[in-house]
């Protein structure tokens, strides 16, 4: 008779687990809490499926920040391999000029159609709407359907962002607290209270400004103001640095011009009003209104000190935004918790993977790449330990 495998959640992370154990003769059971599949998996291809990067391994294996621990998969499974895999079911891919790879139509859906009935084809189970609540040894409690014992487990059950989507981080209950690393939001905007004077400004971008928390690594490009603080990539890709030294972010609101050339264009000129001196300056009117808020009114009329601000402001950030709204999670299951298979090293029936292990990448198709990879590397994990069983 063969083996039983539980995977638990539907999302990207889990389907590539079952997909890698379709290949051997398990009966494989997916049980996924939403009516449909990887909800959160379709909303990322609302804006674009950034499905993964074409930098070279090592620069894209430096973006985690866990990057020992998933440097193996990642080699297995990288970008050429889910190019591949996409165009063996039907979906053809490009990478675009900033080197991130996207399908063709930008959408998951049809990926993720395909990709379904890829599975369904080759016997695997899907159980929609089976609540998973609790997990004894290899015995999993659903909601409403009686218990189910398996040959094996995999926890496939996403981080705690977006919960509306499924992933509610309800499964941090079987485990140990001490096996999982609290959760924080990443990628996620961050809060500022502007006063009403910033409200014209709300939706505009300060553009390509360069952005730090610590001066050894700048981001550049733009950063949108809204009524809460700011958002954008460029704050995404300093969100770790911020989460782990300092919510201070400094900013040149005009890289390209050296401080000198600034206090040039700077110096009050009597034919012309000051907000017309900042304009032509580079300063147009987000940045603008940034430094009003920000900078003393006395310093206004001093081009030498305000030159030196404007290249240097720092914006003393209040938090996050709420983890339910970012893009994904820092935090979860500890890495020495898990055997390098992801294997719960106090219950060897149980694997793990995807967003709800312990890792934090930047948006950029790192955070797929990551679950893609882990998935397979849990379901390499429960192949080896179900051959010795
Ligand atoms: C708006 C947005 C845009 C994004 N864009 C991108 C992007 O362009 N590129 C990128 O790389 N990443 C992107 N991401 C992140 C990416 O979608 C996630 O990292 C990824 O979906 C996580 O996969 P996962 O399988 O680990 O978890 P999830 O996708 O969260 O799936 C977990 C599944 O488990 C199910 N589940 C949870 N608990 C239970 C339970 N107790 N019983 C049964 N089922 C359960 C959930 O319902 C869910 O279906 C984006 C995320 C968001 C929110």
């Known amino acids: ?20 154990l379709s290949q051997y003769n398990y009966e494989i059971h997916i049980f996924e809490q939403m009516p449909s599949a990887a909800r959160k998996f379709l909303m990322a291809g609302k804006t674009g499926l950034n499905i993964s990067h074409a930098e070279p391994l090592k620069q894209f294996i430096a973006r985690y920040d866990q990057s020992a621990w998933l440097q193996a998969g990642i080699e297995q499974f990288n970008a050429k391999a889910i190019q591949a895999w996409m165009t063996g079911l039907g979906i053809e891919s490009y990478v675009g ?29 899907f159980h929609y709407r ?36 499924g992933s509610d981080g309800a499964w941090q209950k079987w485990l140990k607290s001490s096996d999982i690393q609290p959760f924080m939001p990443s990628n996620a905007g961050v ?33 949108v103001i809204t009524h809460y603080g700011l958002e954008s990539g460029v704050v995404y890709k300093l969100n770790r640095q911020l989460r782990e030294q300092d919510m201070t972010l400094t900013l040149d609101l005009l890289p390209d011009l050296t401080i000198d050339d600034l206090v040039k264009k700077l110096k009050p000129n009597k034919k012309q009003s000051m907000a017309n001196t900042w304009r032509k300056a580079g300063l147009d009117s987000a940045k603008a209104n940034l430094i009003r808020e920000i900078i003393a009114k006395e310093i206004w009329q001093h081009p030498e000190q305000l030159a030196q601000i404007i290249k240097q402001l720092k914006i003393e950030l209040k938090c996050f935004r709420p983890i339910e709204e970012a893009i994904s999670c820092a935090g979860g299951v500890r890495s020495d918790v898990l055997t390098k298979q992801l294997q719960l090293k106090s219950n060897p029936h ?4 995807g967003e709800m292990l312990n890792w934090d990448a930047p948006t950029g198709g790192y955070l797929l790449t990551a679950c893609f990879s882990t998935g397979r590397t849990a379901a390499q994990g429960v192949h080896d330990y179900l051959k010795t069983k």
């Open 130 to 165: 089976h609540r998973c609540t609790a997990l004894t040894r290899n015995t999993l409690t659903f909601e409403q359907q009686p218990s189910q014992c398996f040959d094996a487990i995999v926890l496939a059950c996403g981080a705690v962002s977006w919960s509306r989507l």
């Open 191 to 223: 809060e500022y209270k502007w006063s009403e004077f910033m409200q014209p400004v709300f939706g505009q971008p300060l553009k390509r400004i360069e952005a730090w928390v610590d001066p050894h690594y700048k981001a550049q490009g733009d950063i």
């Open 97 to 125: 000029s900033s080197g991130r790879i996207f399908p063709v139509e930008m959408k998951a859906a049809p990926l993720l159609r395909a990709w379904l009935k890829r599975l369904a084809d080759t016997g695997v189970r």
């Open 350 to 353: 149980v694997f793990c993977c």
């Open 1 to 20: 008779m063969a083996k039983t495998v539980a995977i638990v959640g539907a999302g990207p992370a889990g389907l590539m687990a079952a997909e890698f």
